[in-house]
């Protein structure tokens, strides 16, 4: 999936049916803290089997729910883990155990580099069954074939790369080699060694290292937690390993890794409440939506054969300001609804709305007053000075970031040349939208 930046929701040629979202594996801090930010109310449920550590810390310190499910499903048996260090002897005799039951293997890779040379070995091992290749760089249509073909039994071996980690339940595949784990995260060797094992049958997974002599100590402490959790429903317990190795990661930030054993618990506790205390400090207050005012003395007329298009213009106007006073997502959706059933609105439709969606945003930065003096943008806001420098750090467009500054409890821009209303209204609308994308979920709400 992918997200795009968030001042694009708010454009009118956006198409808004590619912001439905699904329950997706992997998604990353960026992700969870954008979907987080549609809604000012909106219920986070996160599911994982191997948590990343700072997730698992929020749990289990009390700053997150958390519930475990522990409970396999009938008649699953765990899965036999062998770690070794690689030879061509242990692969061939894995995968003729595999094929001499009537099942079928994965052969897993941390690179694609490599896989057309594990093909030639293979062939020249199996000749008489059928391999191939599946990575993400292959084409679409082809790698489709390849998968409904394995599903189907007709390949016997498929050689891949870390594609295969999440969503394939192929209950004759029981057999996985992974080569080179030391390549691989803790919760990615979990995830592929979850592709077998998927009906009753006993699976197998074979995870091979080049030499221990030229492993980090981090990667045999990974290793060795995963031949101890070979049980079923071990992941919370893995990711417990896991974060014990990697640390708990920055709360607040996007980093999902730390030092936290080098700093001491104790010491890292005292920064945490330290850090908690200032978080007044960066915090915007939202104002209502009805009380903000927009001085631009700018009036849009509609076309008559738009309003003739309309069932009730009226009507229509009133739920717009509705949407709008209610919260982004509404204004949001009223808008797709609009376009869905009477099509792309005309220039002075689209100017209304965008003065919608100006005060929508101005009322969730905090800003009361927003107005113009020649070539002067004032918005009159509660923003303390902190703040702002904090999210126009983070904009995405230089050109806004370099025309703000703040003063007293006004945020100014002074533009170039004066612009007609209208073209200033569109600057002001793209410039709160780079504000309103750039403040991140804890400040924002």
Same mark, same amino acid.
């Given at each position: 999936?992918?997200?795009?930046?968030?001042?694009?929701?708010?454009?009118?040629?956006?198409?808004?049916?590619?912001?439905?979202?699904?329950?997706?594996?992997?998604?990353?801090?960026?992700?969870?803290?954008?979907?987080?930010?549609?809604?000012?109310?909106?219920?986070?449920?996160?599911?994982?089997?191997?948590?990343?550590?700072?997730?698992?810390?929020? !749990?289990?310190?009390?700053?997150? +729910?958390? /519930? =475990?499910? &522990?409970?396999?499903?009938? @008649? $699953?048996?765990?899965?036999?883990?062998?770690?070794?260090?690689?030879?061509?002897?242990?692969?061939?005799?894995?995968?003729?155990?595999?094929?001499?039951?009537?099942?079928?293997?994965?052969?897993?890779?941390?690179?694609?580099?490599?896989?057309?040379?594990?093909?030639?070995?293979?062939?020249?091992?199996?000749?008489?069954?059928?391999?191939?290749?599946?990575?993400?760089?292959?084409?679409?249509?082809?790698?489709?074939?390849?998968?409904?073909?394995?599903?189907?039994?007709?390949?016997?071996?498929?050689?891949?790369?870390?594609?295969?980690?999440?969503?394939?339940?192929?209950?004759?595949?029981?057999?996985?080699?992974?080569?080179?784990?030391?390549?691989?995260?803790?919760?990615?060797?979990?995830?592929?060694?979850?592709?077998?094992?998927?009906?009753?049958?006993?699976?197998? !997974?074979?995870?091979?290292?080049? +030499?221990? /002599? =030229?492993? &980090?100590?981090?990667?045999? @402490? $990974?290793?060795?937690?995963?031949?101890?959790?070979?049980?079923?429903?071990?992941?919370?317990?893995?990711?417990?390993?896991?974060?014990?190795?990697?640390?708990?990661?920055?709360?607040?930030?996007?980093?999902?890794?730390?030092?936290?054993?080098?700093?001491?618990?104790?010491?890292?506790?005292?920064?945490?409440?330290?850090?908690?205390?200032?978080?007044?400090?960066?915090?915007?207050?939202?104002?209502?939506?009805?009380?903000?005012?927009?001085?631009?003395?700018?009036?849009?007329?509609?076309?008559?054969?738009?309003?003739?298009?309309?069932?009730?213009?009226?009507?229509?106007?009133?739920?717009?300001?509705?949407?709008?006073?209610?919260?982004?997502?509404?204004?949001?959706?009223?808008?797709?609804?609009?376009?869905?059933?009477?099509?792309?609105?005309?220039?002075?439709?689209?100017?209304?709305?965008?003065?919608?969606?100006?005060?929508?945003?101005?009322?969730?930065?905090?800003?009361?007053?927003?107005?113009?003096?020649?070539?002067?943008?004032?918005?009159?806001?509660?923003?303390?000075?902190?703040?702002?420098?904090?999210?126009?750090?983070?904009?995405?467009?230089?050109?806004?970031?370099?025309?703000?500054?703040?003063?007293?409890?006004?945020?100014?821009?002074?533009?170039?040349?004066?612009?007609?209303?209208?073209?200033?209204?569109?600057?002001?609308?793209?410039?709160?939208?780079?504000?309103?994308?750039?403040?991140?979920?804890?400040?924002?709400?």
């Amino acid at each position: 999936m992918e997200f795009k930046h968030s001042s694009c929701f708010f454009l009118p040629d956006i198409d808004f049916h590619a912001y439905c979202f699904f329950a997706l594996q992997r998604f990353g801090v960026k992700q969870k803290e954008k979907i987080a930010s549609f809604k000012t109310s909106v219920d986070v449920l996160t599911l994982s089997a191997t948590p990343i550590p700072r997730t698992l810390y929020l !749990a289990l310190t009390g700053f997150r +729910d958390a /519930s =475990l499910i &522990s409970t396999p499903p009938p @008649e $699953r048996v765990p899965i036999r883990t062998h770690l070794s260090a690689y030879s061509k002897e242990k692969v061939i005799s894995a995968i003729k155990y595999e094929l001499d039951r009537g099942g079928q293997t994965f052969y897993v890779l941390p690179r694609i580099k490599g896989l057309e040379e594990v093909e030639e070995f293979l062939q020249q091992s199996f000749p008489d069954v059928e391999i191939a290749i599946a990575h993400g760089k292959q084409y679409s249509k082809q790698l489709e074939e390849t998968m409904e073909k394995f599903a189907k039994g007709e390949i016997k071996i498929l050689i891949c790369t870390n594609i295969v980690e999440s969503g394939l339940d192929i209950q004759n595949a029981n057999t996985i080699i992974v080569q080179d784990v030391q390549q691989f995260g803790l919760a990615q060797l979990y995830q592929l060694r979850g592709r077998v094992g998927r009906a009753d049958k006993e699976a197998h !997974a074979h995870l091979f290292y080049p +030499d221990k /002599s =030229l492993l &980090s100590d981090q990667a045999l @402490e $990974r290793l060795a937690a995963l031949e101890e959790c070979r049980d079923l429903g071990q992941g919370f317990q893995l990711a417990e390993r896991d974060m014990a190795i990697r640390g708990f990661g920055n709360i607040f930030g996007e980093q999902q890794t730390g030092d936290v054993g080098n700093v001491g618990i104790d010491l890292f506790f005292e920064m945490l409440f330290e850090c908690l205390s200032k978080v007044e400090e960066y915090r915007v207050i939202s104002v209502p939506y009805q009380s903000v005012q927009l001085d631009l003395n700018i009036n849009p007329h509609l076309p008559s054969e738009y309003i003739n298009n309309l069932d009730n213009p009226m009507e229509i106007i009133n739920e717009a300001e509705k949407a709008a006073e209610k919260d982004m997502w509404s204004l949001m959706q009223f808008t797709e609804n609009l376009r869905r059933q009477y099509g792309k609105e005309p220039y002075s439709m689209e100017i209304l709305l965008k003065k919608l969606y100006v005060r929508r945003m101005a009322a969730d930065l905090g800003i009361m007053r927003i107005y113009a003096s020649g070539k002067m943008v004032g918005m009159k806001t509660n923003m303390s000075q902190k703040v702002f420098k904090l999210i126009t750090d983070s904009m995405a467009s230089d050109v806004h970031r370099n025309s703000l500054n703040f003063e007293d409890d006004q945020i100014k821009a002074g533009l170039l040349l004066e612009l007609p209303r209208e073209q200033l209204l569109n600057w002001i609308f793209q410039c709160l939208a780079e504000l309103h994308a750039s403040l991140p979920a804890l400040i924002k709400y």
